[in-house]
């Protein structure tokens, strides 16, 4: 299995929404969400987005992610957007999943919006290195895009009709969009960046981060993983310090206790197990690697977690 595909085996999204929205005249709408990922989807005409101090123009046949929890305002081309009324309250006057932005103009513009829940313990640390907006994904002459256009076809005739299963195509489409635009941008980026995704397309270190994902209970030392690697010691370890910006040693840790989060919260497993599935030795290795980075003991965390459920 390839880095990026091991990066997001745990990583899921959840509790995905979808909205058809109708632009006529000059509209104007801003959403403010958390611990959210939005993909637009622009089936028709053009608008755009302003997140942050940065402004696109989308066009027919777009597709763009928001990574991150940013407030974005969308509006018509030639309008500032400045009176933008939060998109909520126009749900709210909804019934269905489909928006008229405005009662009257011409129609300048048809999206497709998607908003998708994710764990943050999995998906913050892929996050933070993202841009706000990742590039639009628009079809190619050298048919990179074809499955995709497929997939965006599929996605405009689910969005038009009530059939069983919508919901569950959807939520596949949004994973299969999260993937092809993380790659996308992963595939661009500069030999020259500061970003540990960069460590994803190194043929040395993809080979020791699949490892370390794949078998995280594993008991890895440096030398061990520069042999995944196939590399010196040394080598590897400033390798590694150099592009993902931390030791070796020091990430593995970092991803195990946030996989020991995750199973925490599933419920799944006793601690004693959650600590031999993530490479602790003893109970209270475990509980003392994890209090010291969220405060608080493992069976405390489950016990906070399930309490908020209740909530």
């Not at 040394?234 to 970092?254: C, E, H, N, W």
């Amino acid at each position: 299995m390839d880095a990026l595909s091991m990066l997001l085996q745990n990583v899921h999204l959840s509790e995905t929404k979808y909205y058809r929205l109708n632009g006529r005249g000059n509209w104007s709408y801003s959403i403010d969400r958390k611990d959210t990922v939005l993909f637009y989807l622009v089936l028709s005409g053009s608008f755009c987005i302003n997140v942050g101090n940065e402004t696109r123009e989308a066009n027919a046949g777009d597709t763009i992610m928001i990574s991150n929890t940013y407030k974005h305002v969308s509006y018509a081309l030639n309008h500032s957007g400045d009176d933008a009324k939060p998109l909520d309250e126009m749900l709210s006057n909804s019934e269905d999943h489909t928006i008229e932005l405005n009662d009257d103009g011409e129609s300048n513009a048809c999206l497709i919006l998607i908003e998708c829940q994710y764990e943050k313990e999995m998906m913050q640390p892929l996050l933070s290195v993202l841009p706000s907006v990742l590039p639009e994904l628009t079809e190619v002459s050298d048919g990179r895009f074809g499955v995709m256009d497929v997939e965006v076809k599929l996605l405009k005739l689910e969005s038009e009709h009530e059939r069983m299963g919508k919901t569950a195509v959807i939520n596949h489409w949004a994973g299969i969009m999260m993937i092809e635009c993380l790659r996308t941008y992963i595939e661009g980026l500069p030999e020259a960046t500061d970003s540990w995704l960069q460590a994803l397309r190194d043929p040395y270190l993809t080979k020791a981060l699949v490892a370390m994902h794949d078998t995280p209970s594993r008991d890895w030392t440096i030398h061990k993983l520069a042999e995944v690697a196939g590399m010196s010691r040394s080598s590897f370890a400033q390798r590694f310090k150099d592009i993902v910006g931390m030791p070796p040693l020091t990430y593995l840790i970092d991803y195990r206790l946030r996989l020991a989060a995750r199973y925490l919260r599933l419920q799944q497993n006793s601690i004693s197990r959650i600590s031999e599935l993530v490479g602790y030795a003893s109970d209270s290795t475990f509980s003392q690697a994890f209090k010291r980075v969220y405060g608080i003991s493992p069976k405390a965390y489950r016990q906070q977690y399930q309490s908020k459920l209740m909530a």
